[in-house]
Nanobody, 124 residues
Framework: QVQLVESGGGLVQVGGSLRLSCVASGLTFSSRAMAWFRQAPGEEREFVASISAAGGTTKTAPSGKDRFRISRDNAENTVWLQMDSLKPEDTAIYYC?????????????????WGQGTQVTVSS
């Protein structure tokens, strides 16, 4: 059974930082690209960042450029999202996702495994 378990969300003030973690089990983690998505209330789920299976290539959405960094450790079956200089508009539920299609995948439908999400709230 595949499981993706996120943690690290919480309440933070504007300009603060959070580091989200996602631990995977039940899949061949090192052969799959990983990504973070987020969904704010009333909005569609959107791509945040992705990382290749080996970890050598990453892509970050413009909304997180220069503020968010995705990384992974295949020995620990873990992917992280470091978020700095947080803004109120970053408030959302953040989801970890996995795909066999490669790190360029940005669409929700391209990912076949999802975590339950972790809430991030940025207060002004």
């Amino acid at each position: 059974q595949v499981q993706l378990v996120e943690s690290g969300g919480g309440l933070v003030q504007v300009g603060g930082s959070l580091r989200l973690s996602c631990v995977a089990s039940g899949l061949t983690f090192s052969s799959r690209a990983m990504a973070w998505f987020r969904q704010a209330p009333g909005e569609e789920r959107e791509f945040v960042a992705s990382i290749s299976a080996a970890g050598g290539t990453t892509k970050t959405a413009p909304s997180g450029k220069d503020r968010f960094r995705i990384s992974r450790d295949n020995a620990e079956n873990t992917v992280w999202l470091q978020m700095d200089s947080l803004k109120p508009e970053d408030t959302a539920i953040y989801y970890c996702a996995s795909t066999a299609r490669g790190w360029k995948s940005r669409g929700v439908s391209e990912y076949d495994y999802w975590g339950q999400g972790t809430q991030v709230t940025v207060s002004s």
